[in-house]
Structure formats: structure tokens, C-alpha cells
């Protein structure tokens, strides 16, 4: 009996589905392996810390080989707050499948110092101008951040946050 060799739909030799399975699970633990030693600023209130977005796109570019985007950026007002959505879609380099994670975030209303946060009418001139493209960051971030602890998603949970300990222990170089 001839042994066959598997083949996909682009008539490409299709990977043996163990080393396939290795190299998804290296590339998980990629994401995972620490939290960013770059990028991480305080706060603005100086509580806690927080990846840049240019530093958050700039590692998306390099771990899915900038096949990522973003779409559905979806806001609304309630109260003095702006809330938003967006879905971020990454394109797994391993498997070549569309990956979606939904982000989520809020920016306030800048008003006039003083000045009741529901009086529409003491609203700074540009405070949309600067926060509006904030809440489309602070989404995509927030997004990012369920991809894995290089995107900072224990960033701020300090002990309380588990530790990747994969079952299989294989690994492929």
C-alpha cells in the first residue's frame, strides 16, 4: 500500500495536525510568556498602568504580520460619558483564520473647571476633538488586551492574575 500525502484545497502539502497543534500552542505561549517590558506608562491619575495604542498596534503588526483591523466602531452618548465598541479581527499567522475580540471603553465629557458634568452647554470647545479618537484607542486597547498578557491583559491585576501553565508541554522550534 502507497502512503498518501495529505493536501489542501491549494493542492499544498497540509501540515501534520500534531506539529500543527505545536506551533498554535507556541504561538499562544508567545502571547503569553510575560507582560510587556515596553510601552507601559502610568495612568493619567497615576493608579494604574496602561499600553499605548502606537505600542499595542506596533505589537499586533509584528506578532500577526500587520494582518489585523479594525471595524463595527460603534458609540453613544449617555450622561457625560461617550461609550464605544469595535471588533479588532486578527488573522492567526499560524492557521491563516480570522480571529474577532470585541473591546470595549468610555471617555467623559470634558466640561469647564467647576461646572456641573451634566450641563451640555459648559462642554469644552475641542472636547470631542481629543477624546473621540480616545475612545476608539482605549477599544482597540481593550480588545488587544484578550489576546494575551503581551497585549497587557494582567497588566493591572498584580497576584491576583493566573499564571499560563499549558497542559501539553511540547513544544516545536
Known amino acids: 500500500m502507497e502512503k498518501q500525502v495529505a493536501q489542501t484545497n491549494r493542492n499544498e502539502v497540509a501540515p501534520n495536525s500534531e506539529d500543527l497543534r505545536l506551533r498554535i500552542q507556541n504561538f499562544i505561549n508567545n502571547l503569553n510568556k510575560h507582560d510587556p517590558k515596553d510601552g507601559v506608562d502610568p495612568t493619567p ?41 469595535i471588533d479588532l479581527i486578527v488573522t492567526h499567522p499560524v492557521t491563516g483564520q ?53 497585549f497587557g491583559r494582567d497588566l493591572n491585576r498584580g497576584s491576583k492574575s493566573d499564571v499560563f501553565n499549558p497542559k501539553i508541554k511540547e513544544t516545536v522550534n
Open 45 to 85: 491619575d497615576g493608579r494604574a498602568k496602561t499600553l499605548g495604542i502606537s505600542h499595542i498596534e506596533m505589537t499586533l503588526d509584528e506578532y500577526f504580520l500587520g494582518l489585523w483591523e479594525t471595524e463595527n466602531f460603534r458609540w453613544s452618548v449617555i450622561s457625560n460619558e461617550v461609550v464605544g465598541s
Open 98 to 150: 480570522k480571529y474577532k475580540r470585541v473591546g470595549a471603553a468610555s471617555i467623559i465629557i470634558m466640561v469647564d473647571k467647576g461646572a456641573s458634568a451634566l450641563d451640555v452647554s459648559k462642554k469644552k470647545a475641542n472636547a470631542l476633538d481629543l477624546g473621540f479618537p480616545k475612545l476608539k484607542a482605549e477599544c482597540t486597547k481593550n480588545a488587544a488586551q484578550s489576546l494575551g498578557k503581551l
